[in-house]
T-cell receptor
């Protein structure tokens, strides 16, 4: 089955630690995205990538980093510089621009303890 | 970028038709209107997309008036499992620009009662 896989589903991190969230897709999509969602809120764009080895900052990129070494993979690192990292993180991909149909993973819930 | 306005919440009953309206006064010529559904602790799921007039698929219909400043998602004969948050987005399907970012509002929380 084609789709997007995020792992892990739940993640706990101690303050001051970096943590990497995995996102893999087998849809052959060029564009991939990372969003953050806080309770009762819409999605906010962290980073997106239109093509391998290229990525752009979204509205809330501070404290996060990404890489896009392969078309299928777009991992997100939440660094210790992110002041409020506890949130629900969603990865998505699309065949076209942001206004095209996006396919989302099941999300990773990160909790800083 | 076009911002959308939706009701914060709506209630309905099983078997009813539910219509959720979205306002997007600043929609651009190349923008499409897209609706997503999201259940708690899951990623959003695409429901339907349209540009003008009416679009229908197996789960919903989308009505877009001629001026395109609003749109209505219609869910026929809802069930309890349709309880979710519904998001309306407006954006260009083809533009890939680092300065172009879709705006996700808080969506409409739809509660279906027995």
């Amino acid at each position: 089955d084609g789709g997007i896989t995020q792992s892990p589903k739940y993640l706990f991190r101690k303050e001051g630690q970096n943590v990497t969230l995995s996102c893999e897709q087998n849809l052959n999509h060029d564009a991939m995205y990372w969003y953050r969602q806080d309770p009762g809120q819409g999605l906010r764009l962290i980073y997106y990538s239109q093509i391998v080895n290229d990525f752009q900052k979204g509205d809330i990129a501070e404290g996060y980093s990404v890489s896009r070494e392969k078309k299928e993979s777009f991992p997100l690192t939440v660094t210790s510089a992110q002041k409020n990292p506890t949130a629900f993180y969603l990865c998505a991909s699309s065949i076209g621009g942001q206004g095209s149909e996006a396919f989302f993973g099941q999300g990773t819930r990160l909790t800083v303890v | 970028l076009a911002k959308t306005t939706q009701p914060i919440s709506m209630d309905s009953y099983e078997g009813q038709e539910v219509n959720i309206t979205c306002s997007h006064n600043n929609i651009a010529t190349n923008d499409y209107i897209t609706w997503y559904q999201q259940f708690p602790s899951q990623g959003p799921r695409f429901i339907i997309q349209g540009y003008k007039t009416k679009v229908t698929n197996e789960v919903a219909s989308l009505f877009i008036p001629a001026d395109r400043k609003s749109s209505t998602l219609s869910l026929p004969r809802v069930s309890l499992s349709d309880t979710a948050v519904y998001y309306c987005l407006v954006g260009d399907r083809f533009l890939m620009d680092s300065n172009y970012q879709l705006i996700w509002g808080a969506g409409t929380k739809l509660i279906i009662k027995p």
